[in-house]
């Protein structure tokens, strides 16, 4: 529930755990200042969420009290406890109390007053201890109206709480097994909380691992603390963790890359977990960001993207997530040729196929036409290794816009109840009837990007001409309507998609823009479309950095569905 409802504290504590008992595993001395450095280390490179990050420094803490020492009595242990404390406590921003941090305090100082001397027994002051973090927990609610609200204790808490309890059950020598039993944990509860993406502000969980040596902690947590909210800087002078809830993972990472090396980027959409927790044994729709749809159609429907990739030079972003669509239009403007594109791998589509049949029924999958990317494959491929008999992949034929539309569709009969089949079937009847009319004002960056042959692009460029283009719903591959004046594409784009609306029986009552970095001509195509499918639903959104990037900036598309 805090900071935000995306429901993963759980997923974020025990990745971050896993990550720290390999590398502990993997301790040849016998030391607990080796063993205690070890899980400092793992924690910090599997560190996920925020949770697992202020998990991460508090491991921190505990090795730095320890370092280079064989063993610790009570008294040393209490006092590591402290310093664990102290550093989580340091690696906020904005800390608040009713969070792990408040239980990790009041443990800490609930150890430290039971192991006061040499002859303590560690063991009953330690099972002590536990009970102080469990009225601590019982009591997050007092302190946090979020947690209140929904009637939940802290989540990242009662994690904390579970992780005393198995040590304890550890200490005690019982078998490895459930950790909850009568009389310890605070029972799991069930928040009251409804559906609602739109008030979760900051759209990405963002993450990066810088390394280095002599890194600046300090000045990291300055620099990248304007990007958001739930900023969590955890390390060292040899590695850091940054964690930040931003709408600009992209701007992140280059902070991030000016202190050191980037071991590790990710950015996570917490709108998009948050309502996967509300849609059990419902279909869910995936699809690529070659898909450009409204962000209130992604929100309103829960469609869920798997992102293709943007190489600016050595550098590789996830499109639509961690690049700058002005960073890349920029580049290109400039007449840079370091601009390129791949798919997803499959190991992408398997990671969120795994992660949605935890909160779903079965998956459908509108891809990027199989004509014009292996992203398609991916995605097949992916399938047959998680299990195909829960995924149904459909080729759209189409991209931007027009894969958009496909998409919808499929959203929409998923969430009226249909079946994989069912939604299939109604991606599949879609695809048939996109209409999609592309103006793109340079033949440059086609040919760039190899779409166009360089003889052909040679041709058109002498001669001054541009073209007009559509993807063909029956093959899915690129094809020229008309070639026109370099200057005149958009009005011969504007043309072609008005006179087809005017073809249809009944006009189309959704209609789509797309622009690359072209907004003033995407508004001048809006006052025209809105003459000819008067009341029809007109929506305009940018291109993606991974299209627009083999379209150039300035082109412009327009999408609707026929016989709709």
């Given at each position: 529930m ?61 090795a ?69 973090a469990?009225?601590?927990?019982a ?12 009637g ?8 904390f ?24 944990a ?7 909380v409804e ?8 759209r ?12 600046d902690?300090?000045?990291?947590r300055?620099?990248?603390?304007p990007?958001?909210?739930?900023l969590?800087?955890?390390?060292s ?23 050191g090396?980037?071991?590790s ?26 898909a450009d749809?409204?962000e209130?159609?992604l929100q ?11 190489l ?8 639509k ?9 920029d ?25 949605l ?14 004509a ?14 998680a ?19 496909v998409v919808?569709v499929a ?23 996109v209409r ?18 360089g ?48 073809s ?6 959704v209609v ?21 499918a ?22 412009v ?8």
């Open positions: 805090f900071p935000v409802p995306d429901g993963d504290t759980g997923t974020n504590l025990a990745a971050t755990l896993v990550s720290a008992a390999d590398r502990a595993q993997r301790v040849r001395e016998r030391g607990v200042g080796a063993v205690s450095r070890a899980l400092a280390d793992g924690a910090l490179y599997g560190a996920c969420g925020n949770s697992g990050a202020i998990l991460a420094q508090f491991f921190e803490g505990f730095g009290a320890l370092e280079g020492r064989r063993r610790a009595n009570g008294p040393g242990l209490a006092e590591a406890a402290i310093r664990a404390s102290e550093a989580a406590q340091a690696a906020l921003a904005r800390p608040r109390e009713g969070t792990i941090l408040t239980v990790m305090r009041v443990w800490a100082a609930g150890f430290r007053a039971r192991a006061t001397n040499d002859g303590v027994d560690l063991l009953e002051a330690f099972r002590a201890s536990i009970d102080v469990r009225e601590a927990l009591r997050t609610p007092d302190q946090l109206r979020e947690l209140a609200r929904a939940v204790v802290d989540a990242g808490a009662q994690g709480v579970y992780f005393l309890e198995g040590i304890l059950h550890f200490a005690e020598g019982r078998l490895a097994g459930a950790v909850v039993e009568d009389g310890h605070t029972a799991l509860e069930h928040a009251s559906v609602a993406p739109q008030d979760i502000g900051l990405f969980c963002t993450e990066c691992l810088i390394e280095g040596q002599d890194l902690v300090a000045g990291v300055e620099a990248v603390s990007l958001g909210d739930s969590v800087v955890a390390g002078a040899r590695r850091i963790r940054v964690h930040v809830h931003t709408d600009r993972p992209d701007k992140l990472f280059e902070i991030a890359a000016r202190f090396s980037l071991a980027t990710k950015a996570d959409d917490m709108r998009a977990q948050h309502v996967a927790r509300f849609d059990r044994g419902r279909v869910a729709v995936v699809t690529d960001t070659a749809l409204p209130r159609t309103r429907l829960r469609i869920h993207t798997v992102p293709l990739r943007v600016l030079g050595p550098s590789v972003y996830l499109d997530q961690t690049v700058n669509p002005e960073e890349v239009y580049r290109l403007s400039r007449g840079e040729t370091a601009v390129r594109t791949s798919q997803p791998a499959p190991g992408d589509y398997a990671a969120l196929y795994s992660y049949f935890e909160h779903y029924g079965d998956l459908v999958v509108p891809s990027l036409s199989a014009l990317s292996g992203t398609h494959e991916a995605a097949r491929r992916a399938a047959g290794l299990d195909p008999a829960r995924i149904r992949v459909v080729d759209t034929r189409s991209a931007s816009i027009g894969q958009g539309l919808r959203a929409e009969r998923a969430a009226s109840g249909g079946s994989m089949d069912e939604v299939a079937a109604a991606a599949e009847e879609a695809r048939s009837r999609l009319f592309i103006a793109v004002p340079t033949v440059d960056y086609l040919r760039r990007g190899g779409r166009l042959a003889w052909k692009a040679r041709v058109a460029e002498r001669l001054g001409l541009v073209p007009v283009l559509t993807i063909d719903p029956e093959s899915g591959s690129a094809r020229l309507l008309r070639l026109v004046r370099r200057g005149k594409v958009h009005r011969a784009t504007l043309s072609r998609a008005v006179s087809a609306i005017g249809e029986q009944t006009p189309p009552d789509w823009i797309a622009h690359a970095s072209a907004p003033a001509a995407a508004d001048a195509f809006r006052l025209e479309i809105s003459r000819a008067p009341g029809a639903e007109i929506d305009i959104v940018e291109v993606g950095p991974a299209l627009g990037a083999h379209t150039g900036p300035g082109a598309a327009v999408a609707f569905l026929s016989g709709g």
